[in-house]
């Protein structure tokens, strides 16, 4: 049985997500899974990073549902795919944009699949959910709509690896405080090395919280990536870092 995995910026405060699973049980019989819907409200960055976090983890065939979409309404579109056998489902704004590896997408617009009468704010609701539906109960990406060759992407810059720098990026931060760049460790082909940003310079890495001494370090996080934290403390808050901020890794 194919099973749906829900990401949102909904909350669970308003009846949004609600009324998507309501659509959700009265269309299928595929389990649906809450991801997290307390993302900070069209925080796009946000949710492409969640999906690339948790997605290797969870079984093929699982249908994500992914519904960060600030341009409800407009012209943007909503998109389909499937990577590495699992489906992911969103608005073409970037959101897929570290989950999507080159595969063909489709543009989803059979009107056939949404609900009838549905609205100009609720996409969620009205076409996303029974979409999201027809694919657990076997509809072939193909019966969506037509190919797509290209989807919208972050303006980010992939990290670089070279013999003696790595330069990435700082795409999120938890809500402990640490600053998580996308370097992946596995990657990077030096060691030990230092980080370094604006006037920054760390060159302390731990291998857990609970042994590190006071101060800044860096740490190799539980997605495989560099991280920079503080014992006990934000190290976004002592530090001021922001995402999107650039850092490089040097050989020490």
Not at 191 to 217: C, H, K, Q, S, T
Request: proline share 7%; charged share 20%.
């Amino acid at each position: 049985m194919r099973r749906i995995a829900l990401l949102t910026d909904f909350g669970t405060r308003d009846p949004y997500v609600a009324a998507m699973k309501g659509v959700f049980a009265s269309r299928t019989t595929a389990p649906v899974h809450d991801l997290a819907h307390d993302l900070p409200p069209f925080d796009i960055l946000g949710g492409a990073w969640f999906l690339r976090s948790v997605a290797p983890y969870w079984p093929t065939g699982t249908i994500f549902v992914a519904v960060v979409d600030p341009g409800v309404g407009t012209s943007r579109q909503i998109v389909a795919l499937e990577e590495d056998g699992r489906t992911f489902l969103a608005p073409d704004n970037g959101l897929l944009t570290f989950v999507w590896h080159g595969t063909r997408a489709h543009a989803v617009t059979n009107e056939k699949l949404f609900l009838p009468g549905g609205s100009t704010t609720f996409h969620g609701r009205d076409r996303f959910a029974p979409v999201a539906a027809a694919l657990a109960n076997g509809t072939a990406l193909a019966e969506l709509g037509p190919p797509l060759d290209r989807l919208v992407t972050l303006d980010y810059q992939p990290p670089h690896y070279a013999g003696d720098f790595a330069r990435g990026t700082i795409v999120a931060i938890d809500r402990f405080g640490n600053a998580i760049t996308d370097l992946e460790r596995a990657r990077v082909p030096f060691a030990p090395f230092a980080l370094r940003m604006r006037d920054v310079r760390i060159d302390r890495i731990e291998a857990n919280y609970g042994d590190a001494a006071p101060g800044a370090f860096l740490i190799i996080g539980s997605t495989g990536c560099v991280e920079i934290s503080v014992a006990n403390a934000s190290a976004a808050e002592r530090l001021q870092l922001r995402r999107l901020e650039r850092v490089e890794l040097r050989p020490v």
